[in-house]
């Protein structure tokens, strides 16, 4: 393969297989498109799976909004057995007789304790910093630190026994929020302990389980059409921000904002509500929206002000190489 990187946007929505790390599962679609500028929007541990958003040139500019986001996942958990992870990757630390049948309405007392506004303890082998040096790394050298609980929110939790010994948990929760950490904390309300034995991500954001592209499949694609086959599974920038407001500029405003100039009210010639929750511009409380040119050409992300103009706050400018 030719080693000349090319400019490639778009989103490609990966279903990350077990084993390898976001970052080997991103360097190996970087490498097949031969792309220049890529990145992921929150990492997997490698034996986590599930829902990868990788971007590619003009869509990293929203990759900050996605990290933010809101994600899903479906977890299973060992009962009865605590780890140095969390998870049945680490060593064990504790092991304790598992309680019998959980009776359902335990079940349900730990959903509404584990649910809203939650201070969380971060795993040791997350990749938070401490002193300059990641958790996970320290946690190699056999040490432990101090970890200040952060808040997270979990928006919804079910909780389901499946086997005497386990749990299936469906998390939907905000930006942040362990699920390593969720079930250890529901394994010692137990009594009893709990690890993470498989953890599936079904959902990012906007973006849900259904558009996944398993890695296996992106392979194929290559071997049987090129960087042209995966393109064709690319997604475009704005597909990440589907759920924000929009508003379409006429031509010669469209052609202002290029060159950083804001648009009257009057050069609005289309638009679309979002949903009650697209975000804000910091604590202006100005609307962020999406904005399209006449000839429904993705534009820029930006804000549209108590007067009425419109303010454009990050342009992109598509390759030649990216989705319709």
């Not at 299973?76 to 057995?81: M, N, P, T």
């Not at 952060?150 to 086997?163: F, M």
């Not at 592209?213 to 694609?221: F, H, M, R, Y």
């Not at 949903?275 to 992300?301: K, M």
Request: hydrophobic content about 45%; overall charge neutral.
């Amino acid at each position: 393969m030719a080693s000349k990187r090319r400019e490639v946007d778009g989103i490609l929505l990966l279903d990350k297989p077990r084993g390898r790390s976001s970052n080997q599962a991103l360097g190996r679609v970087k490498y097949l498109l031969q792309a220049k500028k890529a990145g992921h929007t929150g990492a997997l541990d490698p034996r986590a799976t599930g829902l990868l958003p990788l971007c590619f040139g003009q869509a990293t500019k929203v990759s900050g909004w996605l990290l933010d986001s809101d994600k899903r996942y479906v977890a299973e958990a060992r009962l009865g057995v605590e780890t140095d992870s969390a998870d049945l990757d680490g060593a064990v630390i504790r092991e304790a007789a598992v309680p019998p049948p959980i009776e359902p309405a335990t079940l349900r007392e730990l959903e509404r304790r584990f649910s809203g506004d939650q201070a969380q303890v971060p795993p040791m082998v997350s990749a938070l910093k401490h002193q300059g040096k990641r958790l996970y790394e320290l946690a190699r050298q056999g040490v432990e630190v101090d970890r200040p609980p952060r808040p997270v929110q979990i928006h919804s939790l079910e909780i389901e026994q499946i086997a005497a010994d386990g749990l299936r948990l469906k998390v939907h929760c905000s930006k942040g929020t362990y699920i390593r950490s969720l079930v250890a904390d529901i394994g010692h309300a137990l009594g009893c302990g709990a690890a993470v034995d498989t953890l599936h991500r079904v959902g990012h954001g906007h973006f849900d389980a259904a558009a996944m592209v398993s890695l296996d499949a992106i392979e194929a694609a290559f071997e049987a059409g090129g960087v042209a086959a995966i393109e064709a599974l690319l997604q475009p920038a704005e597909a990440a921000l589907a759920h924000w407001p929009s508003v379409t500029l006429a031509a010669a405003a469209s052609a202002a904002m290029r060159h950083g100039n804001p648009a009257a009210p009057t050069a609005v010639i289309g638009q679309a509500p979002g949903a009650a929750d697209a975000p804000y511009e910091g604590d202006t409380g100005w609307p962020l929206v999406r904005i399209f040119d006449d000839g429904g050409r993705f534009l820029a992300v930006g804000v549209r002000d108590p007067d009425g103009q419109i303010r454009a706050r990050r342009l992109f400018v598509p390759a030649a190489h990216a989705p319709a």
